[in-house]
């Protein structure tokens, strides 16, 4: 109970850092809020993007087999039918009997400490009558129903059931549905992958956690076609890619966002509790403040989804193979990230506490390459104005020089005193800060030149460097 107390007092913390210092507030906050919505402030776009980007370098501009596409969010309905999501795109949903508020079976179950994997919506039903278990109100509840989670709505100014379309609950589909235009437009050869990176929608029956559980989400996935004929563990084969992606899927937590090795763990899905499609598939969990929760899913979707789509729509979407003269529908491995969910991570992993001068200091320890701000420079006090404008020197060389080579988030900063700044920064998460002071201007080495002072963020401590250095002393 007490590591609870501490768990949920820290995703306190950080829901109010994120507030305050301009990550992510509650959408529609001044009418009273929207469950499931929130809206990205200035450093969360910024943090938002960096992740992306990344993301994006890795699985797309540094190979040569992966292409980005960016599909419609509204689509034919019949792409909703033929992937499955009409039918058994469902949760699980119970009503509080006297409120008439509705929850999640398999959430109330896990409050109640038990464990809902693999049980059958029957199940769950009958575990809860079992049980006795009651809403969070403490009212009885109602039988157990399946709920469509896609948001429906009409195109045009017809409402009758050829103008349905729905917010797509993912971005997979985008991609399948494509596959034929890219095949016919490029040309290219097996094994390749489709990338997309865009919005989705989930109608949750009760979204919780900040922004870990949204109906408004973001995705970042790869759909990548591989030959069924190949053998599976051989070069090219389903189970050698999916290694791949296994391995590069660590790789982007560990190396790209600078998440702790130890918070991330893999999850192997039994059959029981796969999606339909897939014929294996991993979770990659994250230890976050409320608990271990996916974070990411690695899937081997088979043909599942282009044979349902050539089989709906008429189209064959079949791959002729130039060296074999065979014709057959490629196999598909996806890896699948939620941008949300991957800035929940980081701002957690980057969390942090100690003291400094006998006061409580709040830090974000974020990698510097996902840091939103990478340097902040002060002018030492902003009435003098040598000061002020030596440091807009070094602002707007910084900000050249950097954006040179593709880094962004150069920072001036002379509001208050400058020992309220290094807060700001460090609860910002800025892994260095620069200030011009009387040194800089009045102690200039004629060989060097002017120096200025670089405080690190992680230790605090500070250290001359020469201006015409400060680019060799960061690690950006």
């Known amino acids: 109970m007490k590591k609870q107390t501490e768990q949920s007092g820290v995703m306190e913390k950080i829901v109010s850092l994120a507030k305050r210092r301009g990550f992510i507030f509650q959408g529609s906050e001044i009418y009273g809020g929207l469950a499931g919505t929130y809206d990205f402030g200035p450093l969360g776009v910024a943090l938002k993007n960096n992740i992306k980007n990344l993301w994006w370098k890795r699985f797309v501009e540094d190979r040569e087999d992966i292409y980005g596409v960016d599909a419609a969010i509204l689509m034919n309905q019949n792409v909703w039918k033929a992937s499955g999501h009409v039918a058994t795109f469902a949760d699980p949903l119970v009503e509080d009997l006297k409120t008439q508020k509705r929850y999640r079976a398999d959430h109330l179950l896990e409050d109640a400490g038990i464990d809902p994997k693999g049980m059958t919506p029957a199940q769950m039903d009958a575990l809860i009558k079992e049980k006795k278990i009651k809403s969070p109100d403490g009212n009885p509840l109602g039988d157990l129903k399946q709920f469509n989670m896609m948001f429906k709505t009409h195109v045009g100014g017809s409402e009758g059931d050829e103008a349905i379309s729905y917010l797509r609950p993912e971005t997979a589909q985008g991609m399948f549905v494509n596959y034929k235009n890219v095949i016919d437009s490029l040309h290219p050869k097996l094994p390749f992958g489709l990338a997309q990176i865009g919005k989705a929608f989930r109608n949750e029956i009760a979204p919780r956690d900040f922004i870990f559980r949204l109906r408004e989400l973001e995705q970042m996935e790869i759909e990548y076609f591989v030959n069924p004929k190949i053998a599976p563990d051989a070069p090219g084969g389903w189970q050698s890619v999916f290694e791949h992606f296994r391995l590069q899927m660590h790789d982007f937590t560990e190396q790209d966002l600078g998440l702790a090795k130890s918070k991330v763990h893999e999850l192997e899905v039994a059959d029981g509790d796969r999606a339909h499609y897939s014929k294996r598939t991993i979770d990659f969990e994250f230890d976050y403040p409320f608990g271990r929760k996916e974070l990411y899913g690695l899937a081997y979707r088979t043909d599942f989804d282009l044979r349902q789509h050539s089989t709906a729509s008429g189209v064959d979407l079949s791959y002729f193979d130039d060296e074999t003269k065979e014709r057959f529908i490629p196999h598909c491995i996806e890896p699948s990230f939620g941008v949300d969910r991957t800035v929940l991570a980081v701002l957690s992993d980057a969390y942090h506490e100690d003291e400094v001068d006998g006061e409580v200091r709040t830090f974000l320890k974020f990698s510097p390459k996902v840091a939103p701000i990478k340097v902040a420079v002060f002018p030492l006090l902003k009435n003098k104005p040598s000061l002020v404008k030596k440091a807009r020197e070094v602002y707007v060389m910084l900000k050249k020089e950097l954006g040179a080579v593709g880094i962004h988030g150069i920072e001036f900063d002379d509001n208050g005193n400058i020992g309220k700044r290094y807060r700001r920064q460090d609860e910002i998460g800025t ?46």
């Open 431 to 476: 892994p260095y800060c620069v200030t011009i002071d009387f040194d800089t201007i009045e102690k200039i080495d004629e060989t060097t030149g002017p120096t200025v002072t670089v405080r690190d963020r992680d230790s605090g401590k500070q250290e001359r460097v020469v201006i015409k250095d400060l680019l060799k002393r960061f690690t950006l």
